[in-house]
């Protein structure tokens, strides 16, 4: 039996540790999910977008698919089990029993059949499910040792025309965050230590206090991150974090036999290609848009194991009615092309959508579309909320695929400071190294780092 190499095991090891530790993402059992909110996360919306390229997807095609989520965490088993056919076997697997253990008591009464599995992706003697329909590995790859065998391995898992939704780190734009990680580091600063921890949070609201550049990255990340635990210290201390381009990614994809077929642009910072939820952005475009910082967000993308001689039968499945009693996902209203819609529009949009997801034939909106301005209906095509079975119309299917701008310019930036000559920063840093039993010549090191973290 193949054993892992030490460092492999060492990575694993660092990173299994952590999140026993810290839970990940840690949300309380008690507080309700808006579970229509992972719209795009389960394996009808991929299977959806390769129907749109003319392939019925595998997870339409069996009525007893088999789902992996590939680094499950605590809360993606519970929230995509509202998605996910019920006749479908979910398959959760992860490094940490903690988030297994808190994932399967979260699941305790979905009607889904679930496996849990402690177990890791590096290792060839933790036997993976076989046949599966979809995988979902949601900012996983990255905190491997050899992540493009990890992917190699899942792919073999995939039958063909199955689909999968990975989420990896833009790497080249978390710079700033790397200066900060290694400026803990250089501190002897411990994610285990509760008051090593506050130590960072002090250090952060420093920076913040004297660079605008520092205070317009973190300020976002008050809320959400600098009081919680487990998200901080997988912001600011994560055990591994391998720094690959979207090339490397792209590479490791296309070797194991998987193509995207999609990209997620959350933060609609590719509104000058065409749709990259339908066709996935040309690589030099993608590059020369994280390289003047155009794209920052993580790269959320599409994939699927393709063969055109592999032929499934679509099959209709039940549609769930909770949906239609819910609420329709804000995020596809939280937009200015988009926020004024009346609430009638987004329910007619929601429910097609729902049929959508489970029919054979999707319903047409042609003219529920017909009041709705051409960037409205764009946007919307860009969050996956209408797809070009949507609608029969050539005018309408190509106003999906288009680009909603000419051109994007590159963002601007706060300014930088010097921060060598704030003397308050440097106490504060010096008086951490005095309680870490470090020299003054790790501050002068650690001022370096976070110079360098200001720079795009």
């Given at each position: ?5 030490p460092?492999v ?10 999140y026993?530790?810290y ?17 795009a ?18 997870v339409r ?44 008591l ?9 496996r849990?599995?402690v ?29 493009a ?15 999968c939704?990975?989420?990896?780190y833009?790497?080249a734009?978390r ?22 921890l ?43 974090e ?32 065409e ?30 194991k393709?063969s ?63 009041p709705?301005?051409p ?6 095509a ?32 706060a ?5 060598q ?11 951490i190294?005095r309680?870490?039993?470090k ?18």
């Open positions: 039996m193949q054993t892992l190499e460092l095991l060492e990575i694993n090891e660092q990173v299994k540790r952590q026993e530790a839970p990940y993402p840690d949300y309380s059992l008690f507080v309700p999910l808006r579970t229509q909110e992972a719209y996360s389960h394996s009808l919306f991929s299977g959806q977008l390769l129907k749109e390229q003319g392939i019925i997807p595998a095609g069996d009525r007893n698919s088999s789902i992996l989520i590939a680094g499950s965490g605590d809360i993606l088993p519970f929230v995509l089990s509202f998605w996910e056919p019920e006749s479908s076997t979910i398959h959760a697997l992860d490094l940490s029993e903690r988030n297994i253990q808190r994932a399967r979260r699941s305790s009464f979905r009607p889904h059949h679930f849990w599995q177990g890791n992706l590096e290792d060839q003697s933790s036997a993976l499910p076989t046949s599966l329909a979809h995988i979902d590995s949601y900012g996983v790859l990255h905190h491997l040792a050899k992540p065998d990890a992917i190699h391995r899942l792919s073999q898992t995939l039958e063909m025309n199955g689909t939704r990975i989420m990896v833009n790497s734009t710079h700033w965050i790397h200066q900060l990680q290694a400026s803990f580091h250089l501190l002897g600063l411990s994610a285990f230590d509760r008051k090593d506050d130590r960072a949070l002090t250090i952060l609201k420093e920076l913040m206090r004297v660079s605008p550049r520092y205070a317009e990255r973190l300020a976002p990340m008050k809320a959400g991150i600098f009081h919680h635990s487990a998200r901080f210290v997988d912001t600011f201390f994560h055990a591994h391998g720094r690959l381009e979207i090339e490397d990614w792209l590479k490791a994809f296309s070797d194991a036999g998987l193509e995207p077929i999609g990209l997620y642009d959350r933060y609609a910072e590719l509104d000058d290609l749709n990259p939820l339908l066709k996935f952005p040309d690589l030099t475009a993608l590059k020369d848009r994280v390289t003047d910082r155009r794209f920052e967000n993580n790269f959320e993308i599409f994939l699927a393709k055109v001689d592999v032929k499934h039968q679509d099959r209709p499945l039940r549609q769930p009615t909770r949906w239609f009693f819910k609420m329709p996902p804000k995020a596809w209203f939280s937009y200015s092309e988009t926020n004024s819609l009346p609430l009638s529009t987004r329910f007619k949009l929601w429910h097609a959508f729902v049929k959508t997801m489970n029919c054979v034939k999707a319903p047409v909106l042609d003219q529920a579309l017909k709705l301005k960037e409205a209906i764009q946007r919307l860009r969050l996956g909320a209408i797809f070009p079975s949507n609608v029969e119309s050539p005018e309408l299917k190509a106003l999906l695929l288009k680009s909603i701008h000419e051109t994007m310019d590159p963002p601007t930036f300014n930088e400071a010097t921060l000559s704030d003397s308050q920063l440097r106490k504060t840093l010096e008086a190294a309680e870490k039993s020299s003054v010549s790790a501050v002068d090191l650690v001022m370096k780092r976070l110079e360098a973290g200001q720079k795009i």
